[in-house]
């Protein structure tokens, strides 16, 4: 059963940092890919850093400058950091992983989602 554990968030002023980890365990073959979404009370899930299957990275707009996504694969984690953090980036961040894993003989890809880490940022 693969699960993602992330860690790191909690409540920091504003200009401050903080760093995010997601750390996929199970029978995992490989990492299509993975990343972080966040979502805002009252608003939608949306996407703030994500390496693509080809090795590519993808940032929100709204954070560009300021997050950092970087990964250890031998570890099946994945980190963010955020700098410069703003009132406006709070809310409940998620790990997100596309991942192949062993299913009896066979192989499936499937989407997983961590638990959810919030980060208030606030005077």
């Known amino acids: 059963q693969v699960q993602l554990v992330e860690s790191g968030g909690g409540l920091v002023q504003p200009g401050g940092s903080l760093r995010l980890s997601c750390a996929a365990s199970?029978?995992?073959?490989?990492?299509?890919?993975m990343g972080w979404y966040r979502q805002a009370p009252g608003k939608q899930r949306e996407l703030v850093a994500a390496f693509t299957s080809g090795g590519n990275i993808n940032y929100a707009d709204s954070v560009k400058g300021r997050f950092t996504i970087s990964r250890d694969n031998a570890k099946n984690t994945v980190y963010l950091q955020m700098n410069s953090l703003k009132p406006e980036d709070t809310a409940v961040y998620y790990c997100n992983a596309r991942l192949t894993t062993r299913q009896g003989l066979g192989t499936i890809t499937s989407d997983y989602w961590g638990q959810g880490t919030q980060v208030t940022v606030s005077s």
């Open positions: 199970g029978n995992i073959l490989s990492r299509e890919t």
